[in-house]
């Protein structure tokens, strides 16, 4: 350990050195020493010089499907080592990817209820009130090592994974790397390089004020002004859209096509969108952006943009772009010649290989779903054909979510895809349908409980969708809170047969966020079904 209180890691099983082991806290202090200043900490090494084995693979890249893969290899009795240009394994996700999404949707979603009930309980006074967002960007600066700190210690002290860190890494052929001065081998490469952010192509699109999730973690150096522009209508850009709107800005979406396309639910998106335009979310689709203008300093001063009504032009300091990712397989296509799609993304087969013979991929280098749950299983995956396993993987039929002010969780048909798939679809819904609409006193779940007394139709949708003839579970959708966790498992039930009558027969844990349950029980005993 040096005079600042940084430890210094000696080269792990080295001829003439020792192994080190750091605390939790110390690999905190290492890593953020690292993020200040790479080259004065150099290479952490964690390789047990005195295992003469060969390694099995090497992990180009230590986020989660580097991580994983490593970890499943190792568990199985092989020898693996992981490469990352960051002093920290885990990636992106808790550096500046879903981490910050998840913390700023907890934000839009407590500062919506603040900004409800403004003036009473005893909530603050929140009307024409703006809260900073920098303060939140700096809260998770400070406070992201600590799940990379965690995640190395566990790497390292429980799972035994060889690592070197803080080392770029070059592929020099379909067995060997180079990095931090040393050429390494194994009988497997497997490529886990990531995505990055698809920038706008558009004059202005490099000025000062112009962010996306990386830029806005890593650079923000002063407060956005009174208007956000966000440019695109997916996860990201509804997430950071609900957040800064919460935040009391206005916020002006320009979305090319439509807004939350992937919530193929109608009911479920209608729902969906009109409360984010209940809170002031000012939505465009059909919008394409024509520039964005700068001032004299080289920062955003307005974004113009052609939409069906005309080309309109919006006074702003902070545009947040978020269009998508693109995997980064150029590094892999340059040395290996890997077969890549259209859209950028190294090809696999059912076992993860690549076109190149003993060289794998994984992760949101594959393409979509550039879902965390892909990465971490086409990791464990690759290692396990690498390993002699018959095991194959082609991610489908999962569970999704996404944030505004909610959490919005879906899982199987919609109700347009089942009625277009069976002739007896059957919806089980809250609210139901009648004559007052939204404005009734249930949905009332957990973490709706006011809206529910006072703002009803704020309270949540739910809806399940069933086969009448069989019975079976085809479909469900939630906006409200706390649902996610369930349909992660509730999902795998529905692929194996999951009925109405079986559903209606488990015990609920009251007041629960859904009502699957108890409105399932409730048409059980017909046996011609009905929806409600």
């Known amino acids: 350990m040096n005079k600042d209180g940084i430890p210094s890691a000696r080269k792990a099983g ?29 290479p952490i090494r964690n390789i047990h010089r005195d295992d003469k084995r060969e390694f099995d693979a090497i992990f180009i890249g230590g986020g989660a499907a580097g991580r994983f893969g490593s970890a499943y290899l190792r568990a199985m009795g092989g020898r693996q080592l992981v490469i990352d240009r ?78 070197l860190l803080n080392a770029p890494v070059r592929i020099v052929d379909a067995n060997t790397v180079e990095a931090a001065g ?12 990531g995505a990055e952010p698809i920038r706008l192509q558009a004059p202005g699109s490099d000025l000062e004020g112009v962010h996306d999730y990386t830029t806005i973690v890593e650079t923000l150096d002063r407060e956005p002004g009174e208007t956000v522009v966000v440019i695109g209508g997916g996860k990201t850009a509804v997430e950071y859209g609900c957040f800064f709107n919460a935040t009391g800005r206005r916020v002006v979406m320009l979305v090319r096509n439509r807004i939350v396309d992937l919530i193929k639910d109608a009911e479920t998106r209608t ?79 059912d ?45 489908s039929d999962w569970p999704d979510f996404l944030h505004t002010h909610y959490e919005v969780s879906w899982l199987g048909f919609s109700e ?66 706390g649902a996610k966790d369930a349909f992660q498992y509730l999902n795998v039930l529905v692929r194996r047969g999951l009925t109405i009558d079986e559903l209606g027969d488990m015990d609920e844990l009251f007041l629960n966020p859904t009502h699957f349950i108890q409105l399932s029980r409730l048409r059980a005993g017909l046996r011609e079904l009905r929806s409600l």
Not at 448 to 472: C, E, N, V, W
């Open 271 to 349: 729902y969906v969108i009109d409360r984010m335009r209940e809170q002031g979310m000012e939505i465009i689709e059909g919008a394409q952006v024509a520039a964005i203008v700068g001032d004299a300093s080289g920062r955003v001063a307005r974004v113009v943009a052609e939409t069906q009504s005309g080309r309109i032009e919006i006074d702003t300091d902070f545009v947040f772009q978020a269009l998508g990712e693109r995997p980064r397989s150029q590094p892999a296509v340059e040395a290996l010649g890997v077969a890549v799609d259209g859209k950028g993304a190294v090809i696999v087969d």
């Open 14 to 42: 080295e001829t003439g050195g020792e192994p080190f082991s750091f605390t939790i806290e110390q690999w905190a202090k290492k890593i953020e020493y690292a993020l200040a200043q790479p080259g004065a900490v150099g």
């Open 416 to 481: 347009e895809e089942a009625r277009a798939r069976y002739r007896n679809v059957v919806v089980l819904k809250m609210p139901p349908d009648n004559p007052n609409g939204l404005d009734i006193g249930l949905p009332a779940s957990d973490r709706t409980m006011l809206y529910a007394m006072a703002h009803p139709r704020m309270s949540g949708f739910q809806k399940l969708i069933l086969d009448g003839d069989s019975r079976r579970v085809l479909g469900a959708h939630h906006v409200g809170y």
């Open 86 to 163: 960051w002093p920290f394994l885990g990636g992106s996700c808790p550096h500046n990817a879903c981490v910050p999404h998840h913390l700023f949707s907890e934000c839009a979603a407590e500062l919506m209820l603040a900004r409800t009930f403004s003036g009473s309980l005893w909530f603050p006074e929140m009307a024409k009130r703006i809260v900073s967002i920098k303060e939140v960007v700096d809260l998770f600066r400070r406070g992201r090592t600590g799940p990379h700190a965690v995640m190395n210690y566990q790497s390292k002290e429980q799972l035994d994974i060889e690592f």
């Open 351 to 395: 076992r993860l290989r690549t076109s190149v013979p003993n060289v794998y991929a994984a992760g949101d280098l594959i393409g979509a779903p550039m879902e965390m749950f892909k990465a971490r299983k086409s990791g464990a995956y690759a290692a396990r054909a690498i390993m002699g396993e018959d095991a194959s993987y082609r991610p």
């Open 182 to 193: 040393e050429a390494f081998r194994a009988r497997a490469l497997v490529l886990a390089l």
